[in-house]
């Protein structure tokens, strides 16, 4: 060794040092590499991710292999450390020599390479997958049984480390929604909005998306047949429900083609309504919005009634109420939730809680009231006067608008 000139021997350390840096940066690059995305790339047989997976699927095996690289490099460029300050200054130099050397390789061979392989993932994980593999093969002896001490050491503890794959674990519905909340420059907003209301399916029932039955729209038999026949002309739906004094005595839904051929035929008469009716479906309140797309597919239907457990009619639901739920707004009409410039939202109070978490990405409460105005009176206990200010779930609101019975108009304060 004193045969070496100190330049080659400060050569030997910094190549040391750039090796402890190669094993620190992969390790790291490894270990926080996207599974997701490192399965999509093997899919599309990227060569170096089907390595880097190939070295995953046994971890123990890779990170015995990163230790030892790593541990032994370390240990050797501490000899040599040892042996140059001797040569330069004596013993007395050793731990200047040191306390240099710890603070190069925490600097050089350690935060520095870990902080990039966090950054740059893939582009250090897929490199270092070609040196790895044929490493592990030729150290795979020791590797091997250093493994089996430290898988020893760990059954005692019950963890079989021998069977650990680094697989990407599956998603629940939760952290599937934060995921794809959180995709906001890979997928446009509409599509995310998209995804999240399919993830929402099944937590929903229909009593959330339902027409409730003071806005229902259907035909009162018990009213003259002029009046009937100027209803079905201006109206807007395809369907209606049909009814005797109220919409609990439903006896069937009306398609509006139907009855506008015999309007033109002047064939039209209550007997002649009741005679083209459909047979009326009834939709449980506690049915899910998944279950009831799968139903109304099933049946070939496009509407149905809500009801309770009593029978009594809540609201009224349409095959394209569900697909609202997925794609949004099929008609564009003047918006339930207006934002303000201020950062304030100026809503109708007869929003549901689902459209407003959707629309404004908070979290109010859905276990109980559907609507605004049914959390504003819950939370209450009263029919609340304009210019009221209330905080309901951290969120500051002042009731603008209200009629007898209910909140119509509330505008929520810009968040701090």
Same mark, same amino acid.
């Given at each position: 060794?004193?045969?070496?000139?100190?330049?080659?021997?400060?050569?030997?350390?910094?190549?040391?040092?750039?090796?402890?840096?190669?094993?620190?940066?992969?390790?790291?690059?490894?270990?926080?590499?996207?599974?997701?995305?490192?399965?999509?790339?093997?899919?599309?047989?990227?060569?170096?991710?089907?390595?880097?997976?190939?070295?995953?699927?046994?971890?123990?095996?890779?990170?015995?292999?990163?230790?030892?690289?790593?541990?032994?490099?370390?240990?050797?460029?501490?000899?040599?450390?040892?042996?140059?300050?001797?040569?330069?200054?004596?013993?007395?130099?050793?731990?200047?020599?040191?306390?240099?050397?710890?603070?190069?390789?925490?600097?050089?061979?350690?935060?520095?390479?870990?902080?990039?392989?966090?950054?740059?993932?893939?582009?250090?994980?897929?490199?270092?997958?070609?040196?790895?593999?044929?490493?592990?093969?030729?150290?795979?002896?020791?590797?091997?049984?250093?493994?089996?001490?430290?898988?020893?050491?760990?059954?005692?503890?019950?963890?079989?480390?021998?069977?650990?794959?680094?697989?990407?674990?599956?998603?629940?519905?939760?952290?599937?929604?934060?995921?794809?909340?959180?995709?906001?420059?890979?997928?446009?907003?509409?599509?995310?909005?998209?995804?999240?209301?399919?993830?929402?399916?099944?937590?929903?029932?229909?009593?959330?998306?339902?027409?409730?039955?003071?806005?229902?729209?259907?035909?009162?038999?018990?009213?003259?047949?002029? @009046? %009937?026949?100027? !209803?079905?002309?201006? $109206?807007?739906?395809?369907?209606?429900? =049909?009814?005797?004094?109220?919409?609990? #005595? /439903?006896?069937?839904?009306?398609?509006?083609?139907?009855?506008?051929?015999?309007?033109?035929?002047?064939?039209?008469?209550?007997?002649?309504?009741?005679?083209?009716?459909?047979?009326?479906?009834?939709?449980?309140?506690?049915?899910?919005?998944?279950?009831?797309?799968?139903?109304?597919?099933?049946?070939?239907?496009?509407?149905?009634?809500?009801?309770?457990?009593?029978?009594?009619?809540?609201?009224?639901?349409?095959?394209?109420?569900?697909?609202?739920?997925?794609?949004?707004?099929?008609?564009?009409?003047?918006? @339930? %939730?207006?934002? !303000?410039?201020?950062? $304030?939202?100026?809503?109708?109070?007869? =929003?549901?809680?689902?459209?407003?978490? #959707? /629309?404004?990405?908070?979290?109010?409460?859905?276990?109980?009231?559907?609507?605004?105005?049914?959390?504003?009176?819950?939370?209450?206990?009263?029919?609340?006067?304009?210019?009221?200010?209330?905080?309901?779930?951290?969120?500051?609101?002042?009731?603008?608008?209200?009629?007898?019975?209910?909140?119509?108009?509330?505008?929520?304060?810009?968040?701090?």
């Amino acid at each position: 060794m004193n045969d070496i000139s100190l330049s080659i021997l400060f050569g030997i350390l910094a190549v040391l040092l750039v090796i402890s840096a190669f094993f620190s940066g992969s390790e790291t690059a490894l270990m926080t590499l996207n599974r997701y995305r490192l399965q999509h790339l093997v899919k599309k047989k990227h060569k170096g991710a089907v390595k880097t997976h190939q070295l995953l699927k046994r971890p123990e095996r890779l990170l015995g292999l990163i230790l030892i690289g790593n541990n032994f490099v370390n240990i050797l460029a501490a000899a040599l450390t040892t042996v140059i300050a001797i040569r330069v200054g004596g013993n007395q130099a050793i731990p200047a020599a040191m306390a240099l050397l710890t603070l190069a390789i925490l600097v050089f061979s350690e935060v520095t390479p870990k902080t990039l392989g966090t950054l740059k993932p893939e582009l250090l994980a897929f490199c270092s997958s070609w040196v790895y593999l044929p490493l592990l093969k030729l150290f795979y002896p020791v590797v091997w049984a250093i493994n089996l001490i430290s898988n020893g050491l760990l059954r005692i503890f019950g963890i079989k480390a021998n069977m650990m794959e680094a697989t990407a674990e599956p998603l629940n519905k939760d952290e599937l929604k934060s995921l794809v909340s959180q995709a906001n420059h890979q997928l446009p907003v509409r599509y995310r909005n998209m995804l999240m209301s399919i993830l929402d399916l099944e937590s929903a029932s229909v009593t959330d998306i339902m027409t409730h039955r003071n806005d229902i729209v259907g035909i009162d038999l018990e009213e003259s047949i002029e @009046d %009937i026949i100027r !209803q079905l002309q201006d $109206s807007p739906h395809t369907r209606l429900p =049909v009814y005797k004094k109220n919409i609990d #005595r /439903v006896i069937g839904f009306l398609h509006i083609r139907t009855a506008l051929s015999r309007i033109s035929h002047s064939t039209l008469d209550k007997q002649s309504i009741v005679n083209s009716l459909a047979k009326p479906f009834f939709i449980p309140a506690s049915t899910s919005i998944h279950k009831q797309m799968q139903i109304f597919k099933a049946e070939k239907l496009r509407i149905g009634l809500v009801v309770d457990e009593y029978g009594d009619v809540l609201g009224l639901v349409t095959l394209d109420d569900l697909l609202q739920e997925i794609v949004g707004e099929l008609v564009l009409e003047e918006p @339930d %939730i207006k934002a !303000q410039k201020d950062g $304030s939202y100026l809503v109708d109070a007869g =929003v549901t809680i689902r459209e407003l978490n #959707r /629309v404004t990405q908070w979290d109010l409460p859905t276990e109980g009231p559907k609507t605004l105005n049914g959390l504003i009176i819950e939370y209450m206990e009263t029919i609340p006067e304009p210019g009221t200010s209330i905080k309901l779930d951290g969120h500051v609101m002042e009731i603008v608008k209200r009629d007898d019975n209910a909140v119509k108009l509330v505008k929520f304060k810009p968040v701090d």
